[in-house]
């Protein structure tokens, strides 16, 4: 009987990505509780049942989580973006190229709003900064389709990088207001106004 009890208290040995992927759904499910400022290690180790030694075999602070968190995100918009670019060639409708990227953006966006909330709404100048530097391969993603689509002579000439990054902020920046519950305007006005900047902007000759 005794060994029974000392093998149900030891805890499972998970492969350390298993393990990683475990704090990261606690942590989510705490940040959502009591939001990111509120939230401790302890907190997190204790929902993911493990002890708070383990969290940092994982992550340095609270604030690696969140980042971590946004990098998840991130990552499946990019994966989105693999099928908007893959198998293109100079002649294709890069318009359409550009606005189908920042389409799959929204769409991503809004079916992730809880996490935006908790990050832009409770975590702290240094989470956010981790997280803005995930948010930078976006703009790489963006800037490179403009470009090709410029190489191509399909789409205006000039600074990618720049329209990449008005294009991203201006975005963000709407999709905030909305998720955040502060304007009176819905998902679909954001399409249609992208699509509508991106063809005046950047058709040759509009």
Request: proline residues 2%.
């Amino acid at each position: 009987m005794s060994g029974d009890s000392e093998a149900t208290r030891k805890r499972v040995i998970k492969p350390a990505r298993e393990r990683r992927a475990d704090l990261l759904d606690a942590a989510w499910d705490v940040f959502a509780e009591r939001g990111v400022a509120d939230a401790t290690v302890s907190d997190i180790a204790a929902r993911a049942e493990v002890a708070k030694g383990s969290f940092y075999l994982h992550f340095s602070a609270k604030e690696q989580v969140v980042a971590a968190l946004w990098e998840r995100y991130v990552a499946g918009y990019l994966r989105l973006a693999e099928g908007v670019l893959g198998d293109r060639t100079p002649q294709d409708d890069w318009i359409g190229v550009l606005t189908g990227l920042l389409g799959h953006l929204i769409d991503h966006s809004m079916e992730h709003a809880d996490l935006h909330r908790i990050v832009y709404g409770s975590a702290d100048a240094k989470a956010l900064a981790l997280c803005e530097e995930t948010n930078q391969q976006v703009i790489a993603l963006l800037a490179e389709a403009i470009q090709r689509g410029m190489d191509a002579g399909v789409l205006r000439s000039g600074s990618a990088e720049v329209f990449a990054r008005v294009l991203y902020h201006g975005v963000h920046g709407a999709l905030h207001d909305m998720i955040s519950g502060t304007v009176p305007y819905g998902e679909d006005e954001v399409v249609s106004t992208v699509r509508d900047i991106v063809g005046r902007v950047l058709r040759p000759g509009s």
